[in-house]
């Protein structure tokens, strides 16, 4: 027997035939022995209804306020789920995350959790119930106020709460059947990675796969918790993230230890940056750090960084960086405001821009990696405008529309393609 | 400056615009001098809305489970209600009944409210802010489960978060514009009553009257709280429930203390209530109190009792008794089991009876009310199935459909008509 923590998104709970459906499985689950946790996001649109709702009283909800009303969300969902189990015949009781014990510090729309107390899930389950709990959500430490924990809340309650718990695995139930090795909606020939260690799945996240948040990957790394990540709409084996051993007991098909690490695991793509680039900047010691502190004041997360030095004669360089779009504005701003004290010529803001990257643990011990990926985008005559590498990945900013151009070059060019389509089957939730 | 309550039932909030409503005769109840703490409902038919989603996919939704859905309905109001408050320059905070302290017991869906510690609420008053509740909930004291109140939960909310914080006030809003001498929709030349004293009211509310329920007046009164009872939708001085003076600075206009209480306050109908009549039943001693006492273990709220003993020669008689409708099919299997036993002959029920009730304290001082009651009734060619009265209050059974000519017959034999018509503003909230 083991204890299972299972999270289902917005896309899975989308309607009541959606909730009879995830009760179905999670009632299989508790009937194979195990005992089950279940944490699950607000159904389909909820969350966006209510911030529209919200958008017709106010043009700036205050953030407690928005919090307080955003979590009613899940607090339909679970409570819904729960009466769909019972009518399976079993014991179901929901929990909002401030009864889970999700204790978040104070900061309303993107708290982070500080402590995870489960006491009333582990009675809940010592009683023989089945537990379902809030995702997205928990309680401030100082004010005791309700708090959200921002985009894909509701994947780290679930690995917080696996973490806590001390749960065999935390199953991520999402709209694909797993990772991919490559974005499926992209490269139809994407194959389904059977497993992952959380290193590469670490750099697929922090390059733009979606299907799981940074974050919570690093949680589940540092406690060592294995995360499946799979469909509620079929019942194939996922993917499992993970640095152990598979608990065979949760696993159809054995999967096997590897052997030997694949060299490639997979292509992750990213259209959320944008390119700022420091025009003329005076060859001095000192400049560049100047530049950077400027936005670093400004609160701005800096991805790629690239600096020519080669404009030589005139004694002055360029400096680029990539940033989140969202940031944009903010860092111009802040770069304007120190323009004149550096003496930089100008700064240039390009959103048109996207990256791809190619992720894998054997490029440690496999040289020609690099050219190998630079050839297939040179024979599809992409431009690469900026480069970044660390020991398991290789980053190329290119323009946006020869983005999807770029991924399948380079999916191919690594033989990743299998015949079999993947299936995609709903929305993305929270 | 005063501490002023006030509920705003879910009519008044049905949308955007309602709540928008809704935060400006709150901001200006504080802009006045006041602290102000807002019950509110669950907006328009979300509670239907949410109850219906709960039928699609159980039939028999858990208790605990439907508390915890149905408290999302408030959670989403009072979260929108503080934004909009916000929005008008004001700080508003929301609390959840279990953040306002309202404690009590563990019988979902009808919970009854046994102690109110309204610490926090106490603590956003003192900082200047609104504090907004959620009506209709509370947290069990033993199981820390969240829980509803039942029917006409947030004016019970109201009343007691009033009392336990001693405002000077507790406002209803709802869709009138106060207590009417008769209901308008039968009664159109009903009169407003600008002041009725809290026996007048619990009889009004027993006989039928929906404008406040039955424990909230009884609430009120234990604590010597003033209820006012009005409408959102409009400007004018309601109805005091009070047996004080009404504050002076919570008033447009004077509320004169009466020199002389008038004779009848109002008439009061109700048809909830069916009739069971238990026939030919042997005339022995103890042959009633058997018949009571299967009904009392079966949980029966029975209202008025009649035993006619004119049968005479067979030494049988009929004893009827009216109870809730809802109660009705128990009822009548708890009297069949006992049949045998106690060898009355039959049970009939018949639900298509109505209820119409004269109140006044007057009458203890009025003798012939009786006799002009039941004038009225003879001249309309009424038939009157059962008459039960109190000190204050007369009230007679007659044929459903002959119900409102009753009411109508009543309200002008004691002349209450008035010239003005009633507004009536939209549907009514819980």
């Not at 903010?330 to 304007?336: F, G, I, K, P, S």
């Amino acid at each position: 027997m083991a204890l299972v923590v299972q999270k289902y998104g917005g896309s899975s709970v989308a309607d009541a035939d959606g909730i009879k459906r995830v009760a179905r499985r999670i009632a299989a689950t508790k009937r194979a022995g195990h005992d089950v946790v279940v944490v699950v996001s607000a159904m389909g649109d909820t969350t966006d209804d209510l911030i529209s709702l919200a958008e017709q009283v106010t043009p700036m909800p205050p953030a407690r306020e928005l919090d307080m009303l955003l979590t009613s969300g899940e607090r339909i969902s679970m409570a819904v789920l729960a009466m769909a189990i019972s009518n399976l015949g079993l014991q179901a009781r929901s929990f909002t995350g401030s009864q889970a014990g999700v204790i978040t510090d104070s900061a309303h729309g993107k708290a982070r959790i500080i402590d995870v107390t489960p006491g009333r899930i582990r009675t809940a389950l010592d009683e023989g119930s089945i537990a379902i709990v809030a995702g997205f959500q928990g309680v401030s430490q100082d004010t005791k106020d309700i708090t959200t924990l921002g985009r894909g809340g509701s994947d780290t309650t679930a690995v917080a709460l696996a973490a806590a718990l001390k749960a065999d695995v935390c199953e991520i139930y999402t709209d694909v059947d797993g990772v991919y090795t490559a974005d499926p909606r992209i490269v139809p020939t994407a194959r389904k990675i059977s497993r992952i260690c959380s290193e590469e799945m670490l750099e697929m996240a922090a390059c733009g796969a979606k299907i799981l948040m940074l974050r919570c990957v690093e949680y589940a790394r540092n406690y060592d918790l294995p995360i499946h990540v799979r469909s509620s709409f079929s019942q194939h084996e996922g993917t499992w993230v993970t640095d152990s051993p598979v608990p065979a007991s949760l696993s159809q098909s054995a999967v096997e230890d590897p052997v030997e690490q694949p060299i490639i695991s997979g292509v992750a793509h990213d259209r959320s940056e944008a390119k700022i680039t420091v025009v003329g900047v005076p060859d001095n010691p000192g400049t560049a750090a100047a530049i950077f502190e400027a936005v670093a004041e400004a609160e701005i997360n800096i991805d790629m960084i690239v600096q020519n030095n080669s404009v030589g004669a005139s004694g002055r360089a360029d400096i680029s960086f990539t940033l989140p779009k969202a940031e944009g504005a903010t860092a111009v701003a802040a770069l304007d405001k120190v323009k004149a004290g550096i003496g930089f010529e100008r700064v240039e803001y390009d959103d048109q821009i996207g990256k791809v990257s190619l992720i894998g643990v054997g490029m440690r011990s496999h040289p020609g990696v690099s050219a190998r990926f630079f050839k297939a985008l040179g024979a599809q005559k992409i431009n690469m405008e900026m480069i970044s590498t660390s020991e398991i990945r290789i980053s190329v900013v290119t323009r946006a529309d020869e983005l999807d151009d770029a991924v399948r070059a380079v999916h191919t060019a690594f033989d990743l393609d299998t015949e079999a389509e993947a299936v995609v089957y709903g929305g993305t939730g929270r």
